[in-house]
């Protein structure tokens, strides 16, 4: 795993989408972090609720965009993308450094073979002294993403044989190029037909 940024701060930073100081987002952080045993259950806990509890929008055939992280969990569900900007903002909401992953994958073998982005999240573990890679997609038939320290277990499985990528990278911050993908476009199926193909950080 590389960071993107050599400075941790930008990794705990809160703005806009990733928006820490809202009331709804410090209550929900708190209540975990007081369930919790120690940092490691704390992301533990926070990571399976998000994967759990916040549907995401294909899933539950819900045509709203959200982005921010206040909007997320107040809507209770996003696409990957937005789900990961919640994950972000409950783990920073107690200082514990997150940030940005991607992979392109196929949208769908069968139906939308073209290749876009996918996104995850990047946390760092005190503990461990290490970067880890989670996956609060949702899990579904086919798709079982799990929590562990050790070993990775996301969402989907890269098969660079399809032109599929994994991407080793860990961004402070959403990349804008997905941004604009969420807010210009109305709604979730007009999305579909235009989800990034490309990162504005590449350039």
């Known amino acids: 795993m590389i960071q993107y940024s050599n400075n941790i701060s930008e990794y705990l930073a809160d703005d806009d989408i990733i928006d820490f100081h809202n009331e709804e987002i410090r209550k ?3 209540k975990l972090f007081d369930k919790a045993s120690d940092e490691i259950d ?18 539950i055939n819900n045509d709203v965009i959200t982005c921010s992280a206040s909007e997320v ?3 209770g569900h996003g696409i990957c993308f937005a789900k990961s ?13 997150a940030g940005f992953c991607y992979q392109k994958l196929i949208l769908d073998d069968n139906f939308a073979p073209e290749l876009i982005y996918h996104g995850l999240n990047g946390v760092f573990l005190n503990k461990f002294n290490k970067w880890i ?3 609060a997609r949702g899990n579904k038939n086919g798709v079982n993403a799990q929590f ?6 996301l969402a989907f499985p890269i098969r660079a ?7 080793f990278v860990i961004y402070p911050k959403p990349d804008a190029y997905v941004l604009e993908k969420l807010r210009v476009n109305k709604n979730r199926v007009e999305l579909w037909t ?6 504005a950080y590449d350039k």
């Open 28 to 30: 929900l952080s708190n």
């Open 42 to 59: 704390y992301i533990k806990l926070v990571y399976e609720y998000v994967r759990d509890n916040i549907s995401h929008s294909a899933d």
């Open 73 to 75: 969990l107040k809507a």
């Open 85 to 97: 900007h919640l994950l972000a903002v409950l783990l920073r909401c107690q200082s514990i450094p």
């Open 133 to 135: 890679r989670l996956d």
């Open 148 to 153: 562990s320290t050790e070993f990775e277990q």
């Open 161 to 167: 044989e399809l032109g599929e990528k994994d991407i």
């Open 194 to 199: 235009n989800l990034p193909d490309k990162l």
